[in-house]
């Protein structure tokens, strides 16, 4: 029978690439999907062909065709597909096992409640058989759901070392009374011994139970494929799975959404989405107290620590929320306009769920972020503020836990929530919870991730620009904190520093009364000539000229700091050794987190530059000058930018440079046209010069600048003031439009 199909199809059936047998597959199965159903048992039976062979690619393919061809057969086949699935629920390779999945998902939707219950009590003993790991059984007393292997054997160590130091301890208190000078060398000996052989015993222990360690995602067999086939039955089943949403599905899952296996919990919760798409209102949701129990669970999904984990939570919440259906509109009073966002039945679950869902507008990962804020407004329309406002003692709590939450990213979005909260929310309901929320706040300013500084920085100056009398008591932490920050190592905190500081700056009371403008003034003078202390490194550009030099000859390194310098300094021992290695976002939990009782040092950063300090005033100053443009700040700092920009002997003057033509514009247009052109004749030397460097990011911005000089004070006045080289320069620039 597989003759009817050809050989150059069955070949790539079992080709290694998946894209290959799915193309294949697609192709074959083409002509059913146009209504010729004349091979159909020709393709039924290769099929069960391939799923002989030995290979697992000709199995997954067989499970991928037999999936494509249940929509057409008749339930014999059905039936027999079902059997050899079943044979295949503990197979070696995952591939295969999740190809069933879908298979039997398929079926279900095809087959109906009947295919859930072949396969339901098998199923459900995997899950319970794989839930925890073989290794993990001699821990009677714990299972998936609890510590780690390796929070257990470092808790071993730890007991190990308390009872080898009472030991020793014992041993010499029972030698006390003997002759001081020989008991004490003989007792000392033995102790030693002693606490030798048990360390050397420990270390052996725990040698082994490390080589047996497992990550927490490995060793659970079939554990995450039974999971995944139910729930593909159920989104197969749709709303014909209600009756089967029992207790004891309802428990597997509960338990499943605390296993430290993230895969687990992910699959759980989407268990769960489709769960919601299965259940109605009236019989399911609103039965006992089953919803609330339920938008529990979804809270702790969309609170977890893994990005993939609040994805799927996202999905159950929004299905969560649509299975709940708007009161009788005839039941409105007055037969007014029903607002279908005021749905008491909704909102009887928003002091669990709308804190989580409010935070997730603003987390890290994309697809979560995106997909929150669709919910959101799905939920709550324009009425947002209203909600959060009426639900602010649960949100504004929430949020001050998840600013001390393990993973960076989740403190970083709370940050930005609370910065939230000062903007948009009436003051009044936001007031009476001020202390903890800047309490939260400080203390993420004290963080050792450098994003998490960032998102505080900002949303700091928005409190307290919006709250400056209730922040007056803690002005003198954040005045010190916000100088420090200035010549942070990073320069988005340098800049979004600035940034906070022009908002207090803005306010009248803060900048006047309580000495912000005198502040930042003070730490301007005193910081923005510290680039002159910046130490050289031409001694990269000089070695990179010799280099040259022996390479080609006649020919020169003609940049202070090009390609072949970068190369040098790039490899440079000193420089690079020893140094702090950063993390990605998945050891976010291995960063440390402060509060606000902790230490200004967030021990993650390596010694500021000088040039640093100085790229940090340049900013503040563009903040001091837009805030009080009639000050006398233009007229005093402006003639020293000159000199600040011929500073160009050190590797990261480019930074610099960028910083000075980025602020410029912002500061003439704050003063006006007739103050700038005062300046700017002093100012086109180094704009020149930077614009013909040869760091793209430092050519843009000086570009830029030139760009803003011609438009705003005008072509005629500003093309004249250029010396024919610099006319050219401009001209001849891509970065500039005239």
Same mark, same amino acid.
């Given at each position: 029978?597989?003759?009817?199909?050809?050989?150059?199809?069955?070949?790539?059936?079992?080709?290694?690439?998946?894209?290959?047998?799915?193309?294949?597959?697609?192709?074959?199965?083409?002509?059913?999907?146009?209504?010729?159903?004349?091979?159909?048992?020709?393709?039924?039976?290769?099929?069960?062909?391939?799923?002989?062979?030995?290979?697992?690619?000709?199995?997954?393919?067989?499970?991928?065709?037999?999936?494509?061809?249940?929509?057409?057969?008749?339930?014999?086949?059905?039936?027999?597909?079902?059997?050899?699935?079943?044979?295949?629920?503990?197979?070696?390779?995952?591939?295969?096992?999740?190809?069933?999945?879908?298979?039997?998902?398929?079926?279900?939707?095809?087959?109906?409640?009947?295919?859930?219950?072949?396969?339901?009590?098998?199923?459900?003993?995997?899950?319970?058989?794989?839930?925890?790991?073989?290794?993990?059984?001699?821990?009677?007393?714990?299972?998936?759901?609890?510590?780690?292997?390796?929070?257990?054997?470092?808790?071993?160590?730890?007991?190990?070392?308390?009872?080898?130091?009472?030991?020793?301890?014992?041993?010499?208190?029972?030698?006390?009374?003997?002759?001081?000078?020989?008991?004490?060398?003989?007792?000392?000996?033995?102790?030693?011994?002693?606490?030798?052989?048990?360390?050397?015993?420990?270390?052996?222990?725990?040698?082994?139970?490390?080589?047996?360690?497992?990550?927490?995602?490995?060793?659970?067999?079939?554990?995450?494929?039974?999971?995944?086939?139910?729930? $593909?039955?159920? !989104?197969?089943? &749709?709303? +014909?799975?209600?009756?089967?949403? #029992?207790?004891? @599905? %309802?428990?597997?899952?509960?338990?499943?959404?605390?296993?430290?296996?993230?895969?687990?919990?992910?699959?759980?919760?989407?268990?769960?989405?489709?769960?919601?798409?299965?259940?109605?209102?009236?019989?399911?949701?609103?039965?006992?107290?089953?919803?609330?129990?339920?938008?529990?669970?979804?809270?702790?999904?969309?609170?977890?620590?893994?990005?993939?984990?609040?994805?799927?939570?996202?999905?159950?919440?929004?299905?969560?929320?649509?299975?709940?259906?708007?009161?009788?509109?005839?039941?409105?009073?007055?037969?007014?306009?029903?607002?279908?966002?005021?749905?008491?039945?909704?909102?009887?679950?928003?002091?669990?769920?709308?804190?989580?869902?409010?935070?997730? $507008?603003?987390? !890290?990962?994309? &697809?979560? +972020?995106?997909?929150?804020?669709? #919910?959101?407004? @799905? %939920?709550?329309?324009?009425?947002?503020?209203?909600?959060?406002?009426?639900?602010?003692?649960?949100?504004?709590?929430?949020?001050?836990?998840?600013?001390?939450?393990?993973?960076?990213?989740?403190?970083?979005?709370?940050?930005?929530?609370?910065?939230?909260?000062?903007?948009?929310?009436?003051?009044?309901?936001?007031?009476?919870?001020?202390?903890?929320?800047?309490?939260?706040?400080?203390?993420?300013?004290?963080?050792?991730?450098?994003?998490?500084?960032?998102?505080?920085?900002?949303?700091?100056?928005?409190?307290?620009?919006?709250?400056?009398?209730?922040?007056?008591?803690?002005?003198?932490?954040?005045?010190?904190?916000?100088?420090?920050?200035?010549?942070?190592?990073?320069?988005? !905190?340098?800049?979004?520093?600035?940034?906070?500081?022009?908002?207090?700056?803005?306010?009248?009371?803060?900048?006047?009364?309580?000495?912000?403008?005198?502040?930042?003034?003070?730490?301007?003078?005193?910081?923005?000539?510290?680039?002159?202390?910046?130490?050289?490194?031409?001694?990269?550009?000089?070695?990179?000229?010799?280099?040259?030099?022996?390479?080609?000859?006649?020919?020169?390194?003609?940049?202070?700091?090009?390609?072949?310098?970068?190369?040098?300094?790039?490899?440079?021992?000193?420089?690079?050794?020893?140094?702090?290695?950063?993390?990605?976002?998945?050891?976010?939990?291995?960063?440390?987190?402060?509060?606000?009782?902790?230490?200004?040092?967030?021990?993650?950063?390596?010694?500021?530059?000088?040039?640093?300090?100085?790229?940090?005033?340049?900013?503040?100053?563009?903040?001091?000058?837009?805030?009080?443009?009639?000050?006398?700040?233009?007229?005093?700092?402006?003639?020293?930018?000159?000199?600040?920009?011929?500073?160009?002997?050190?590797?990261?003057?480019?930074?610099?440079?960028?910083?000075?033509?980025?602020?410029?514009?912002?500061?003439?247009?704050?003063?006006?046209?007739?103050?700038?052109?005062?300046?700017?004749?002093?100012?086109?030397?180094?704009?020149?010069?930077?614009?013909?460097?040869?760091?793209?990011?430092?050519?843009?911005?000086?570009?830029?600048?030139?760009?803003?000089?011609?438009?705003?004070?005008?072509?005629?006045?500003?093309?004249?003031?250029?010396?024919?080289?610099?006319?050219?320069?401009?001209?001849?620039?891509?970065?500039?439009?005239?």
């Amino acid at each position: 029978m597989s003759s009817n199909i050809p050989q150059d199809v069955q070949q790539k059936l079992k080709h290694q690439f998946l894209v290959i047998r799915q193309q294949a597959i697609e192709s074959l199965v083409a002509p059913l999907k146009d209504g010729d159903a004349s091979h159909l048992d020709s393709f039924q039976q290769f099929a069960f062909e391939l799923l002989k062979e030995e290979s697992w690619q000709s199995k997954q393919s067989a499970f991928i065709l037999a999936q494509h061809l249940i929509e057409y057969s008749d339930e014999a086949f059905m039936t027999k597909v079902i059997e050899n699935g079943m044979q295949y629920f503990e197979y070696v390779e995952h591939r295969v096992r999740e190809a069933v999945a879908d298979c039997m998902g398929e079926c279900a939707k095809h087959g109906g409640l009947k295919v859930y219950l072949m396969v339901k009590t098998r199923l459900f003993e995997l899950i319970q058989q794989n839930f925890s790991r073989e290794e993990d059984d001699d821990d009677k007393h714990d299972d998936a759901s609890g510590a780690s292997s390796l929070a257990r054997i470092q808790a071993q160590k730890q007991q190990q070392q308390q009872h080898a130091h009472a030991h020793a301890h014992q041993h010499q208190h029972n030698h006390d009374h003997c002759d001081h000078d020989h008991e004490k060398d003989a007792s000392s000996k033995e102790v030693a011994d002693i606490s030798t052989t048990t360390t050397s015993s420990s270390a052996a222990e725990i040698l082994k139970k490390a080589q047996e360690l497992k990550h927490d995602t490995e060793g659970w067999k079939c554990l995450f494929s039974a999971m995944k086939t139910v729930e $593909r039955i159920i !989104v197969g089943l &749709g709303t +014909r799975f209600e009756t089967e949403v #029992t207790t004891q @599905l %309802l428990s597997l899952l509960a338990r499943s959404t605390k296993h430290i296996n993230r895969f687990i919990r992910e699959i759980a919760y989407h268990t769960y989405a489709a769960i919601c798409n299965a259940i109605s209102y009236e019989n399911t949701l609103q039965r006992a107290d089953f919803g609330e129990r339920l938008a529990l669970i979804i809270f702790d999904g969309l609170s977890d620590n893994w990005s993939q984990v609040r994805y799927a939570s996202s999905h159950a919440v929004r299905n969560f929320f649509a299975v709940i259906p708007d009161p009788d509109v005839d039941a409105s009073d007055n037969g007014d306009k029903y607002d279908a966002f005021n749905n008491p039945r909704k909102k009887k679950y928003f002091e669990i769920l709308l804190p989580p869902m409010c935070l997730n $507008r603003y987390y !890290v990962a994309a &697809g979560v +972020r995106v997909y929150s804020l669709e #919910t959101w407004k @799905l %939920l709550v329309g324009n009425n947002g503020r209203r909600f959060v406002a009426e639900y602010m003692p649960s949100i504004q709590a929430f949020f001050i836990s998840q600013a001390g939450a393990d993973n960076h990213a989740v403190r970083e979005a709370a940050c930005h929530c609370i910065a939230e909260l000062a903007t948009k929310i009436e003051h009044d309901a936001v007031r009476k919870y001020i202390p903890g929320l800047l309490d939260a706040l400080i203390g993420c300013f004290k963080d050792a991730s450098w994003p998490v500084r960032d998102a505080a920085c900002i949303a700091l100056g928005d409190f307290v620009s919006q709250f400056p009398e209730e922040s007056v008591q803690d002005l003198p932490d954040l005045y010190k904190l916000w100088f420090e920050h200035l010549s942070d190592n990073i320069p988005s !905190v340098r800049e979004d520093t600035a940034l906070a500081l022009g908002k207090i700056l803005s306010c009248e009371v803060l900048a006047k009364q309580h000495g912000a403008e005198e502040r930042v003034l003070q730490h301007i003078k005193q910081y923005i000539h510290e680039v002159s202390k910046q130490k050289s490194d031409e001694k990269y550009g000089q070695q990179a000229m010799e280099q040259m030099n022996i390479k080609f000859g006649a020919y020169e390194n003609v940049t202070t700091f090009g390609v072949a310098a970068k190369r040098i300094r790039d490899n440079d021992d000193v420089l690079h050794s020893g140094q702090q290695q950063y993390s990605c976002g998945s050891l976010a939990p291995k960063l440390k987190k402060a509060t606000r009782s902790g230490c200004m040092d967030h021990g993650f950063t390596r010694d500021r530059q000088p040039w640093e300090y100085t790229d940090g005033c340049v900013h503040l100053l563009k903040e001091l000058i837009v805030a009080q443009p009639t000050g006398p700040y233009f007229d005093q700092f402006i003639p020293i930018l000159p000199t600040i920009a011929s500073k160009r002997n050190f590797a990261h003057y480019h930074d610099l440079q960028q910083t000075i033509w980025k602020c410029v514009p912002l500061m003439a247009e704050a003063v006006g046209k007739r103050k700038f052109k005062m300046y700017l004749e002093l100012l086109l030397v180094p704009m020149i010069e930077t614009l013909q460097c040869n760091n793209r990011l430092a050519m843009n911005a000086a570009g830029n600048c030139v760009t803003f000089c011609n438009k705003f004070i005008g072509t005629k006045f500003f093309l004249p003031r250029l010396k024919p080289d610099q006319l050219e320069a401009v001209q001849s620039s891509q970065f500039v439009q005239l």
